[in-house]
């Protein structure tokens, strides 16, 4: 009955996506009259459905469906090559009440386990100080924190799909001040989903600070710098005694590294970020540490090396039909419902992200308390070509290149090279 | 005036003093140890085991699952990290004086440890004499078949005394290069779960594969891991008089097998290969490339049931044993080595002498042993009962063979 429903949402979303990329092309690409009240009441639809009760409320509907061909890790993995996994689902509402209180709920509808997503409310105090509360992301990592439709990659970088945070219930105080710095400070519940598995036996860190800072130093000066930006970010807090939930996937989501090894004690992430988005091209690089201590967890109850977590990622794309890269992709400049090809852009992504122990010296060990572990390392460089045909599809072909450190561990022991291929198709309301 | 000579003598001795004591304030790590040293039967060890309390907390709750624990252990001030430990045993599996194999290769590819990639600490839980597994396995050895080396050990874990262990080679790799020579041989521990006597249990492979565990070549394909097995059993079970020598001989080194029964026959062995409750306490090798299996003897503290064991005692109960004794020279070959070990024992009155120097060596740490599941009082009559039978058993055993003729 479940399964049945759940066919008949996919359905209703696809057909609603190809419905209004077929009907609705002119009205969404000019949007809203020019002179015609932004608060008068009825429906309209702009970037979204949006549904307009005058200076009291706007409502707007949001759908996201994704079609991905199976990955190609492993030898099974060949042999279902060319099927299709719907990847996501997601419908929301996202709005303003009173033009200062600030809305969103996001609902998976694959995931029966954790289907909230995002569940919150923010209220615009002031530019410099706004209040949100719920269920979302914590504010780290620029990959992690850019919305899955926007992505240049069918996948995140491994970084931010693994040792940022992700998401959780939390409260933050965060605004912009000066001209061009903003800041985000926060606490919450947990340090994240990412740090989860299905696992309830695997340890986690409890309530969790977090802050963040990004400065833009050019914002006032040419257009070419203006994009220019930077930040750091921080997390803290505290493990139980246990086996952690981080751990090492590859770009396709393959284990790597499934930590074994006991941790208690103090949680620690750091991060840095960069983006730069200069006409059609974009660069966005990232750096992010994850320190989690060892107390007393060795076979004489003392203390071990903490385990480290490390990742970065440099990344690059060009819009070859020149659209501006900070303004979207998704509103291509010659649609191919006006003839066009729509937006083209490729893009190539270089990351890496490993697991070892702070400690080096003696032979390495698999051993739970081991004070030298048998770590691992995945290098991986992502191309990518990104096609839009129109605002609402958007369609990416991936190669991936992966290599193991230690190939021992990975999803194809004995080849510490290979090669994945995904394809993904987008409809996005 | 001083003579050279004098000065040259003197120098000479201020040198050899002077090397003495460097020799002897060098840390005894510095001196190479080997396995041997390990296994040095003159002296009760001192092995100790560091587990972090979770762990050892988790291994006496779960001492039923084979479930690997990590630790370091110390030996003469030689400290090997990150070692597995898992409870072991069958009937002596307990949480209280825990019977552990330690494994060093099990998270450190390729540790060893004194040339060994395993050990056992046999807890003795069966055994109130303490000895019996120790004396049975060294007369295999002085007997010329290959068996597993032991010494006695007082067991710390965490600093607290666990009592005596008789600390026993493991039989895998390591243990085939010493003895046979090859380390890339198939070797199966024997897993008693049913009474097993050397029956056919068919054509299917998974009927052998619960009872006959692969130590090592883990991951070859199932028909080469017990294809040849199960070859064994069934020709062993072959009715054909004329084919039936033949057709065994081309799984089992006959003559091996039945050195090996005479041997367990003299120590009056209820649980082996013609144990009680059908064919226990061995493991069965097969040489690479090769279809011929023979046996190693393990875990004997079921061993000196009593002096006037027959010496017939589980051969017709047991198939292969029963048709091997049919031939004439595989008979006279069995009651060969019966009367062998008899007159050696006689002779040197091996028991005995080993029997009193083992027991001289861990009377006092058995006495002191907190966990062991008997009285000191059991000990030693169990000690008594030991040298009535060391006394008596080699005259019974040539008498028998005597009549056989």
């Given at each position: 009955m479940i399964r049945s429903a759940g066919i008949l949402i996919n359905g209703a979303l696809c057909a609603l996506a190809v419905l209004a990329t077929a009907a609705f092309p002119a009205s969404a690409q000019t949007g809203r009259n020019a002179g015609e009240s932004p608060d008068r009441p009825g429906f309209q639809w702009t970037d979204h459905p949006t549904l307009i009760l005058g200076p009291v409320a706007q409502v707007e509907v949001r759908a996201r469906v994704q079609l991905d061909t199976h990955p190609t890790v492993t030898d099974a993995d060949d042999e279902r090559a060319g099927g299709l996994d719907l990847a996501k689902r997601r419908l929301g509402v996202a709005g303003v009440l009173l033009k200062i209180v600030e809305f969103e709920v996001d609902r998976e509808?694959?995931?029966?386990?954790?289907?909230?997503?995002d569940v919150y409310v923010n209220l615009r105090l002031a530019r410099p100080i706004q209040v949100q509360a719920g269920k979302f992301k914590l504010p780290f990592s620029l990959d992690e924190n850019t919305s899955a439709t926007n992505l240049n990659f069918i996948h995140r970088s491994m970084l931010g799909s693994y040792l940022s945070p992700g998401r959780d219930r939390g409260v933050m105080v965060h605004g912009r001040v000066l001209d061009g710095l903003r800041y985000e400070v926060g606490i919450f519940d947990?340090?994240?989903?990412?740090?989860?598995?299905?696992?309830?036996a695997r340890v986690y860190g409890g309530r969790t600070p977090v802050a963040r800072v990004r400065l833009s130093p050019f914002r006032s000066g040419a257009r070419w710098r203006r994009t220019l930006q930077g930040g750091v970010a921080f997390t803290t807090s505290q493990v139980p005694e246990g086996v952690p939930g981080i751990r090492g996937r590859t770009v396709l989501d393959a284990s790597f590294f499934s930590s074994r090894y006991w941790v208690q004690g103090t949680r620690r992430r750091y991060g840095t970020e960069l983006r730069w988005q200069p006409g059609p091209f974009s660069i966005e690089s990232e750096y992010i540490r994850v320190v989690t201590e060892r107390r007393g967890v060795s076979v004489e109850n003392t203390d071990l090396s903490s385990l480290v977590a490390e990742g970065w990622y440099v990344s690059g794309t060009w819009a070859v039909t020149g659209e501006r890269k900070a303004r979207g992709?998704?509103?291509?400049?010659?649609?191919v419902s006006r003839g066009g090809l729509g937006a083209i852009e490729v893009a190539v992504r270089a990351e890496s992200l490993g697991f070892s122990s702070a400690a080096t010296g003696e032979a390495a060990s698999s051993s739970p308390r081991a004070e030298v572990i048998v770590g691992n390392r995945d290098r991986a460089q992502t191309y990518g070509v990104n096609w839009h045909p129109h605002r609402w599809v958007k369609v990416q072909v991936n190669a991936v290149r992966e290599a193991l450190s230690n190939p021992a561990l990975g999803p194809r022991p004995g080849h510490p090279v290979f090669w994945s291929r995904q394809l993904r198709l987008q409809l996005t309301l | 005036m001083i003579d050279r000579a004098l000065v040259g003598h003197v120098g000479a001795s201020v040198a050899l003093v002077a090397l003495t004591v460097w020799v002897s304030l060098a840390p005894r790590s510095a001196v190479a140890q080997t396995g041997d040293d390990l296994f040095d039967a003159s002296v009760v060890h001192e092995v100790r085991l560091f587990m972090n309390t979770r762990d050892l907390a988790e291994l006496r709750a779960r001492f039923e699952e084979n479930t690997h624990y990590p630790a370091d252990l110390v030996w003469r001030g030689e400290r090997v990290r990150n070692v597995a430990v898992r409870s072991r045993g069958l009937g002596s599996r307990n949480p209280i004086k825990l019977g552990l194999a330690v494994d060093f290769d099990y998270y450190t590819t390729g540790q060893r440890f004194l040339g060994l990639r395993g050990l056992v600490f046999d807890n003795l839980w069966q055994d109130p004499a303490m000895i019996r597994e120790f004396l049975a396995m060294g007369l295999f050895n002085r007997m010329g078949q290959p068996a597993p080396r032991e010494s006695f050990a007082r067991l710390y874990i965490n600093h607290a005394y666990q009592g005596v262990y008789a600390m026993v080679e493991d039989l895998d790799e390591e243990f085939l290069a010493r003895t046979v020579g090859g380390r890339n041989g198939v070797l199966f521990e024997f897993k008693w779960l049913y009474p097993f006597f050397g029956d056919d249990l068919g054509d299917d492979l998974a009927a052998y594969k619960p009872i006959f565990e692969?130590?090592?070549?883990?991951?070859?394909p199932d028909a080469s891991l017990w294809g040849p097995v199960r070859d064994l059993w069934q020709s062993v079970n072959d009715e054909d008089s004329v084919t039936w020598r033949p057709s065994v001989s081309r799984f089992v080194d006959l003559e091996q097998f039945v050195t090996q029964a005479a041997i367990e026959n003299y120590l009056a062995e209820n649980d082996g290969l013609l144990g009680y409750a059908g064919m226990d306490n061995f493991y069965l090798y097969r040489g690479e490339g090769a279809t011929i299996h023979r046996f190693f003897p393990w875990d004997k503290d079921n061993a000196f049931l009593r002096a006037d064991l027959p010496i017939t005692h589980g051969i017709d109960s047991n198939r292969l044993m029963r048709r091997a004794l049919e031939y004439e020279d595989l008979r006279a070959r069995y009651f060969a080595v019966l009367a062998a070990c008899a007159q050696m024992d006689l002779e040197e009155a091996w028991l005995a002498t080993r029997l009193e120097t083992a027991a001289a060596l861990i009377v006092d740490f058995t006495h002191a042993d907190p966990l062991k599941p008997f009285l000191n009082a059991d000990f030693d009559r169990a000690l008594d009962f030991m040298r009535a039978f060391a006394r008596e058993r080699a005259t019974y055993v040539l008498d028998a063979v005597a009549r056989q003729h």
């Open positions: 509808l694959k995931d029966d386990d954790d289907p909230w997503r947990h340090d994240g989903g990412h740090a989860r598995t299905a696992n309830p992709l998704e509103r291509p400049r010659r649609p | 692969p130590r090592t070549r883990l991951h070859d």
